[in-house]
Antibody
Framework: QVQLQQSGPGLVKPSQTLSLTCAIS??????????WNWIRQSPSRGLEWLGR?????????DYAVSVKTRATINPDTSKNHFSLHLTSVTPEDTAVYYC????????????????WGQGTLVTVSS | QSVLTQPPSMSAAPGQKVTISCSGS????????VSWYQQLPGTAPKLLIY???IRPSGIPDRFSGSRSGTSATLGITGLQTGDEGEYYC???????????FGGGTKLTVL
């Protein structure tokens, strides 16, 4: 059974960096069939996909246009987790952040999010 | 403003049937598989339907999905009070090169 356990601060000051980690159990961050995603949810923006990291003989990352210049998603194979770093945050980045797995043998863009973390409410405020 | 359009809310009585629509365009629903997610109050979204009409293991057959052209539909029969929550459609958008979601439909079973 795959489980995703999120950790990270719930309060970040404006202009600082938001950092969250998603620990994986029951699967590997280096899986050749999975992609590891970050998604956030806010009343104003709804569900918003932020990006993903995945391993296919080498590491790849994809990011949503809305956060591409500020977001970095990094895998850590030694700890079997992946992280999200979002720089220069503003109150608009206040949201519940989720990590999620997409897995399967089809092309990556066809894969649904089958396991989700518990969610972390991150508030951007001074 | 979400790329995929869903009705903001729907309601029906216990035991009844409801269909939730998700409208998109060629680069997203018209070209890629649609998934549906159920989010009960205070919980993370849960995969309900993938590849337009396939239920993951453990999802009852009261839930069904379909796609036609640039629209998708989630059907729920035999409504139960435990079905109350938000329902979201999602898919890949080949024009934007990112995952897109609908704005969500709040289902009330009264």
């Amino acid at each position: 059974q795959v489980q995703l356990q999120q950790s990270g601060p719930g309060l970040v000051k404006p202009s600082q960096t938001l950092s969250l980690t998603c620990a994986i159990s029951g699967d590997s961050v280096s899986s050749n069939s999975a992609a590891w995603n970050w998604i956030r949810q806010s009343p104003s923006r709804g569900l918003e996909w932020l990006g993903r990291t995945y391993y296919r003989s080498k590491w790849f990352n994809d990011y949503a246009v809305s956060v591409k210049t500020r977001a970095t998603i990094n895998p850590d194979t030694s700890k079997n987790h992946f992280s999200l770093h979002l720089t220069s945050v503003t109150p608009e980045d206040t949201a519940v952040y989720y990590c999620a797995r997409a897995d399967g043998l089809l092309p990556l863009n066809y894969l649904p999010f089958d396991y989700w973390g518990q969610g972390t409410l991150v508030t951007v405020s001074s | 403003q979400s790329v995929l359009t869903q009705p903001p809310s729907m309601s029906a009585a216990p035991g009844q049937k409801v269909t939730i629509s998700c409208s998109g365009s060629s680069p997203n629903i018209g070209y890629n598989y649609v998934s549906w997610y159920q989010q009960l109050p205070g919980t993370a979204p849960k995969l309900l339907i993938y590849h337009n009409n396939i239920r993951p293991s453990g999802i009852p057959d009261r839930f069904s999905g379909s796609r036609s052209g640039t629209s998708a539909t989630l059907g729920i029969t035999g409504l139960q009070t435990g079905d109350e929550g938000e329902y979201y459609c999602g898919t890949w958008d080949s024009g934007l090169s990112e995952v897109v979601f609908g704005g969500g439909t709040k289902l009330t079973v009264l």
